[in-house]
């Protein structure tokens, strides 16, 4: 008999709302993820001390760890402490670079993770991938996806605004990676995975038009659930595929090049902007080829790109190389520097393969067309 399902991971519970923290203790008392309550509470800085000092008191049992930054170190070091203690479960609450050492820590120690996110600056809430710093800089982690996550959006209105706007960022960035997965199957013959692809897709398409700002409760959970679903595109591809294209070599190598430039969900929208930029500038040639994936064609390309410009501009992120004070050379430099960043993965990078030249007039071409 023919298999007709397939078994994916997803997370046991998601909750966002505003009050949702003090459910926190009613989750970990049903059993799915602890059986005798011995539970971890990993604390980042800003609001973990406030959100963990809330549900302490509905733990029987639980020890809180400080969590400095997000290196890899710090992972290590937490994952010593989470084994020493024989913990059932960690919870992490706090920003990115919190929840992403904690995932790293839980998977190190093979206990099953609850993300409480005080931001919704990345996909990381929910991805099975953790960004860690490291001797050489940078890099991603394969983790174990967050077994349950929970996201109070009183603790996200308090965040600071710019980290909330940098998740629009990262979520629409999945536009750019789904249309390179498209081409790379179209060009190289990898398989796609239809539902992943989808899913991200969809996280992307429900924010992209979507009414309202930060600061109103429907558009944060908009905002929340397609964060979640990004991160859930890719544990069912296994791998950062459907929400890391492009768009993220672009984002990488300005980390490398450019520390501290900006953050992850602003480089990562202007990142899918200038790749919709080259797709509707340099695939004219090439549109029957996009047709045949449901890439964008350059007709498409051009409408895509207006459409994430508009709503990046609408919600105050950056959109050129001088909102995040670099210059045309140094916009050039990162993305001929991009495809080193992800070495096998194909994107619309590679398939142009533009030299230098001609990678500064795109750049130039960009800012010149958009700088208005």
């Known amino acids: 008999m023919p298999l007709l399902t397939r078994m994916l991971n997803a997370p046991l519970s998601i909750d966002v709302r505003r009050g949702a923290v003090a459910a926190l203790g009613d989750l970990l008392a049903d059993r799915r993820i602890v059986t005798e309550g011995r539970v971890a509470i990993a604390v980042g800085p800003g609001q973990g001390d406030q959100i963990a000092a809330q549900v302490r008191p509905s733990l029987s049992a639980c020890d809180m760890f400080r969590v400095e930054g997000g290196t890899v170190d710090v992972a290590v070091e937490l994952a010593a402490k989470l084994r020493a203690g024989s913990y059932e479960a960690v919870v992490g609450i706090g920003g990115g670079r919190t929840i992403d050492a904690t995932k790293y820590a839980a998977t190190l120690s093979g206990i099953p993770m609850v993300s409480v996110a005080t931001n919704l600056s990345h996909d990381g809430i929910c991805s099975p991938v953790a960004s860690l710093v490291h001797d050489g800089g940078k890099g991603s982690f394969g983790v174990v996806m967050p077994l349950a996550m929970i996201i109070d959006l009183d603790y996200v209105h308090a965040a600071p605004p710019r980290l909330i706007r940098a998740g629009i960022g990262d979520v629409l960035s999945n536009l750019s990676a789904v249309d390179d997965w498209l081409l790379a199957a179209e060009q190289c013959g990898?398989?796609?995975?239809?539902?992943?692809?989808?899913?991200?897709?969809?996280?992307?398409?429900?924010?992209l038009h979507q009414p309202g700002s930060i600061e109103s409760d429907r558009f944060l959970t908009v905002l929340a659930e397609s964060l979640v679903l990004s991160g859930m595109s890719m544990a069912f591809a296994g791998d950062s595929r459907p929400a890391s294209g492009g768009d993220h070599e672009i984002m990488h190598a300005i980390d490398q090049l450019y520390p501290d430039t900006a953050n992850h969900g602003e480089l990562a929208g202007i990142g899918a902007a200038?790749?919709?930029?080259?797709?509707?500038?340099?695939?004219?040639?090439d549109e029957a080829g996009a047709a045949s994936t449901g890439a964008a064609s350059a007709d498409g390309a051009a409408e895509r790109l207006h459409e994430i410009l508009d709503c990046l501009g609408r919600h105050g992120l950056p959109r050129l190389p001088g909102d995040i004070g670099l210059s045309v050379e140094q916009f050039t430099e990162a993305v001929l520097h991009a495809p080193q960043t992800r070495p096998g993965r194909y994107t619309i990078l590679e398939y142009l393969n533009l030299d230098k030249g001609e990678t500064r007039k795109a750049v130039e071409e960009y800012v010149q067309a958009h700088g208005g």
């Open 190 to 207: 990898e398989r796609v995975d239809r539902m992943a692809l989808t899913v991200a897709r969809i996280a992307a398409e429900a924010l």
């Open 274 to 285: 200038f790749c919709y930029h080259l797709r509707a500038t340099r695939l004219q040639a």
